[in-house]
């Protein structure tokens, strides 16, 4: 049996917020980079993630997130029980990261043997920030869209 589900959508960002009329929050959302002031860099990440599910039933998962080296940063093993076929909200997090390195980083998934790319995303370190950073920031963490000028 395959995967009891595919991604449609991620989005990287901070926080995630429960609303009362089932609805979420998204505090903090980061683009395709995450520019630091110093590394390592410690923050919080969350992953809202949107699914088409396949298979209905109790389901074992893993999630990990990749340094640049392929070392694990964090892994996160849960369960899930699906109830219907169709789409599927998996907000998870936030969990406090520490980003050791610059370089591409990755968010898999996994059911089965197979690991699924969830979001890759850049870490640059960018000194011109320590100027802006602010007591009790994320040491000047910004984001950049992959947007054209």
């Known amino acids: 049996m395959g995967d009891p589900l595919s991604l449609?959508?991620?989005?990287?960002?901070?926080?995630?917020?429960?609303?009362?009329?089932?609805?979420y929050t998204l505090i903090g959302v980061f683009g395709l980079d995450i520019n630091l002031a110093t590394l390592p860099g410690a923050l919080n990440l969350a992953i809202y993630m949107e699914h088409h599910t396949h298979q209905v039933g109790h389901f074992d998962g893993e999630?990990?997130?990749l340094d640049p080296e392929d070392s694990p940063l964090l892994s996160i093993n849960f369960t899930?029980?699906?109830d219907r076929v169709g789409g599927m909200l998996m907000p998870i997090?936030?969990?406090?990261?520490?980003?050791?390195?610059?370089?591409?980083?990755?968010?898999?998934i996994r059911f089965s043997a197979d690991w699924i790319a969830i979001k890759n995303f850049s870490?640059?370190?960018?000194?011109?920030?320590?100027?802006?950073?602010?007591?009790?920031s994320i040491q000047g963490?910004?984001?950049h869209d992959a947007v054209a000028d």
């Open 8 to 23: 449609q959508a991620a989005v990287l960002c901070e926080d995630i917020r429960a609303e009362i009329n089932n609805k």
């Open 63 to 65: 999630m990990r997130l």
């Open 80 to 82: 899930m029980d699906i």
């Open 93 to 108: 997090g936030p969990f406090p990261v520490r980003l050791k390195t610059a370089g591409i980083h990755r968010f898999q």
């Open 123 to 136: 870490v640059n370190l960018d000194e011109s920030l320590r100027a802006n950073a602010r007591p009790g």
């Open 141 to 143: 963490a910004t984001t």
